[in-house]
């Protein structure tokens, strides 16, 4: 029983991870439309941003930080400013914004080994050293992705329900053609959803490379987590997002209890399957919320 | 200048630069040899050891002018994966015509071996450890202990001189690792110790639930059985996850920028016994080339790919002396019947199996290098 807790323990701390991830592209996507599969080079680029400024540069974390940021950001705006938005002004299909979108993703991920190599990199912190907790252990820093995961989703949802810029979010995830009839310039909210999707990505990123180390590749596993998050927790609910990549996080962690640990991440992705199959719309059905 | 003229200067002069441009091909009379390494990817960094080893051998071997011929290297990438070890391997003997391939990683040498058994193409393997090799092909063999005899040194020393009962084995779902696992099931019995077998993914990063996995089986000890980078990262959660049982590796962890790691220190692993203090003209040579080109201490690695074109030039020798050609097939025959060869380290013969039977040597690491424990002949 002890190690099914402390298998939870460890899946709160990635899930936490996950939820960041998710709710950043299931905003970029609720609002936009655009299947943003470039959001885990968002991820890649800011988590080698990190490495290369703490590591290599030997700069301050908090400088490392806003530079991460910075990327995270630019990237963000820049796919949404320079690749989606004449896509979208020349009405390209979904399929074509989603090849674009794919083909910037794999740039990123090549530009990323052309610089640092296709090799794993870690940083060592005192902070990611496990913590004794009676029988149980958790490193400060997966504590810090579960205090990071809530206090940012709270702050989302304070921006979401309490500000004029969230409630034209909002809104152009119910009803994008209303928006655009009330004289709401669409492209100066999707730049909104992209650059807020885009620094959701951060802290999950940062935490990411004490916690588990990073590499090129670690980007794709990133995007189809938030996919996976996106559907299990309900198409354009950004709770359920946050409640998916828990319920994944966990899964993966738990469902090893009685079964060898390469098994981990063909868990999470057969509860995927078992949610398409029987529950299409998710734990969060988005017409309850409404 | 006419229209016709002034396309002839063009073309011409494209011709030229194109010409200029272009590498040195290889000559008819050089003896090409073939490398399929990972040069990309996440193990690249074996790569970049290991050619070291071959470029050296190499470059002494071409000066000293041993052979009538100069030997050339055509590398191929096989990202220690074994599809593009299968393309890089029939580029190699199809179009390169090559007769003698150098290989590494386990995985990649036993896809690369049906194609050497079919096309009588002789493959030393100086890297890839897996039981599997053994006797896989008649034209495969291995300038190194595979990990069962690695193994095979180790538990009884840290079974009987350490007190390590319960042993939780971390290891790479693959050929490799299966290998491991396999010596560990068969082992572990009659020695009286216990191997709690972990499997990972080798592209695997996270390990959190592994760790958790290991706290809770309240292991001695963990032998980690994996390669390249993803080791570092073993050993670090490891450690952040507050294992402080002895940690337990083999060859391939034996990487400087891998013991140089906090989380390495105390870390006993086991690697062939090479005397590289040994006072033979080869590996004389072989040390102060090393340090000369590359200004470091040579690994162990690097010795067996050395020695893995040494075997070569031997061969070729004697070829040279009987007047034979150099075909996969008189290659092999060469090696059978040379037996004993003048290497890196004194002399090295092959079992039956094709592979070559070498004192193991455990060592333990103190801050940051490999200090040597004990030898097991």
């Known amino acids: 029983m002890e190690l099914l807790i402390q298998l939870a323990l460890n899946g709160l701390a990635l899930g936490a991870l996950y939820a960041l991830m998710a709710v950043g592209f299931a905003l970029i996507f609720g609002t936009t439309k655009i299947f943003h599969f470039a959001h885990g080079a968002t991820f890649v680029l800011a988590a080698y941003t990190y490495y290369a400024a703490v590591s290599e540069a030997g700069l301050p974390v908090a400088f490392a930080l806003g530079l991460c940021a910075a990327v995270a950001l630019g990237f963000g705006l820049a796919c949404e400013r320079f690749v989606y938005?004449?896509?979208?002004?020349?009405?390209?299909?979904?399929?074509?914004?989603?090849?674009?979108?794919?083909?910037?993703?794999?740039?990123?991920?090549?530009?990323?080994?052309?610089?640092?190599?296709?090799?794993?990199?870690?940083?060592?912190?005192?902070?990611?050293?496990?913590?004794?907790?009676?029988?149980?252990?958790?490193?400060?820093?997966?504590?810090c992705a579960i205090v990071a995961s809530a206090t940012i989703l709270g702050a989302l949802e304070f921006f979401l329900a309490r500000t004029y810029t969230g409630a034209a979010l909002r809104a152009m995830a119910d009803n994008p053609e209303l928006v655009r009839m009330i004289g709401l310039n669409r492209y100066y909210y999707a730049k909104v959803a992209f650059a807020v999707g885009s620094l959701m990505v951060v802290p999950a990123a940062v935490l990411s490379v004490y916690l588990s180390g990073l590499s090129p590749q670690s980007g794709a596993w990133i995007t189809l987590v938030a996919i996976a998050s996106t559907i299990v927790g309900g198409v354009g609910?950004?709770?359920?997002?946050?409640?998916?990549?828990?319920?994944?996080?966990?899964?993966?962690?738990?469902?090893?209890?009685?079964?060898?640990?390469?098994?981990?991440?063909?868990?999470?992705?057969?509860?995927?399957?078992?949610?398409?199959?029987?529950?299409?719309t998710g734990l969060i059905h988005v017409f309850e919320r409404r | 200048m006419t229209s016709s003229k002034w396309l002839r200067s063009l073309l011409v002069g494209a011709l030229s630069v194109l010409a200029s441009a272009m590498p040195l091909t290889v000559s008819a009379q050089d003896y090409s040899i073939g490398v399929i390494f990972p040069l990309s990817g996440p193990n690249v960094v074996y790569g970049e050891t290991f050619s070291k080893g071959?470029?050296?051998?190499?470059?002494?071997?071409?000066?000293?002018?041993?052979?009538?011929?100069?030997?050339?290297?055509?590398?191929e990438d096989s990202r220690a994966l074994p599809q593009p070890a299968i393309i890089a391997m029939n580029k190699l003997v199809n179009v390169e015509n090559v007769p003698f391939v150098i290989s590494a990683f386990s995985g990649v040498t036993k896809a690369i071996a049906p194609i050497a058994t079919r096309r009588k193409v002789l493959v030393m393997n100086g890297g890839g450890v897996s039981p599997e090799l053994a006797g896989l092909s008649p034209y495969l063999f291995n300038d190194i202990p595979l990990v069962n005899d690695e193994i095979s040194a180790l538990l009884p020393y840290v079974t009987s001189k350490l007190h390590l009962r319960r042993i939780s084995l971390i290891y790479v779902n693959d050929p490799?690792?299966?290998?491991?696992?396999?010596?560990?099931?068969?082992?572990?019995?009659?020695?009286?110790?216990?191997?709690?077998?972990?499997?990972?993914?080798?592209?695997a990063s996270d390990f959190q639930a592994e760790v958790a996995k290991i706290r809770s089986a309240k292991s001695d000890a963990v032998f980690i059985a994996s390669y390249g980078q993803q080791q570092n990262?073993?050993?670090?959660?490891?450690?952040?996850?507050?294992?402080?049982?002895?940690?337990?590796?083999?060859?391939?962890?034996?990487?400087?920028?891998?013991?140089?790691?906090?989380?390495?220190?105390?870390?006993?692993?086991?690697?062939?016994?090479?005397?590289?203090?040994?006072?033979?003209?080869?590996?004389?040579?072989?040390?102060?080339?090393?340090?000369a080109v590359y200004h470091s201490e040579p690994s162990f690695y690097q010795v067996n790919y050395y020695n893995a074109v040494?075997?070569?030039?031997?061969?070729?020798?004697?070829?040279?002396?009987?007047?034979?050609?150099?075909?996969?097939?008189?290659?092999?025959?060469?090696?059978?019947?040379?037996?004993?060869?003048?290497?890196?380290?004194?002399?090295?013969?092959?079992?039956?199996?094709g592979t070559v039977r070498q004192a193991i040597q455990i060592m333990k690491v103190v801050d940051g290098q490999p200090q040597p424990l004990a030898v097991v002949k």
């Open chain 2, 233 to 291: 990262v073993i050993l670090k959660q490891l450690r952040d996850g507050g294992i402080n049982a002895q940690l337990l590796s083999y060859s391939g962890i034996d990487l400087p920028d891998t013991l140089r790691l906090p989380a390495a220190q105390g870390l006993i692993f086991t690697v062939e016994n090479v005397d590289l203090g040994s006072d033979d003209p080869i590996t004389k040579k072989f040390n102060e080339s090393f340090r």
């Open chain 1, 237 to 280: 609910s950004l709770y359920g997002a946050a409640l998916g990549g828990i319920v994944l996080g966990v899964a993966q962690n738990v469902g090893i209890w009685r079964l060898p640990a390469s098994w981990g991440e063909g868990i999470a992705f057969g509860v995927l399957l078992l949610f398409l199959l029987f529950r299409p």
């Open chain 1, 85 to 143: 938005r004449p896509m979208l002004r020349s009405e390209s299909a979904s399929l074509t914004i989603f090849v674009a979108s794919f083909g910037l993703f794999i740039a990123a991920e090549n530009a990323v080994i052309l610089v640092f190599g296709s090799s794993y990199h870690t940083l060592e912190s005192r902070l990611s050293r496990a913590l004794q907790l009676g029988p149980f252990a958790i490193s400060p820093v997966g504590l």
């Open chain 2, 54 to 75: 071959v470029d050296l051998a190499v470059k002494n071997l071409n000066e000293s002018e041993e052979l009538p011929h100069r030997i050339k290297t055509l590398y």
């Open chain 2, 176 to 203: 490799f690792g299966q290998g491991v696992l396999g010596v560990f099931s068969a082992q572990c019995p009659k020695l009286g110790c216990e191997a709690i077998p972990i499997s990972i993914s080798p592209t």
């Open chain 2, 310 to 353: 040494v075997l070569f030039a031997a061969c070729v020798k004697r070829l040279v002396a009987k007047n034979q050609p150099v075909t996969g097939e008189n290659l092999l025959q060469a090696l059978r019947e040379i037996k004993t060869f003048n290497v890196v380290g004194g002399t090295v013969s092959f079992q039956p199996n």
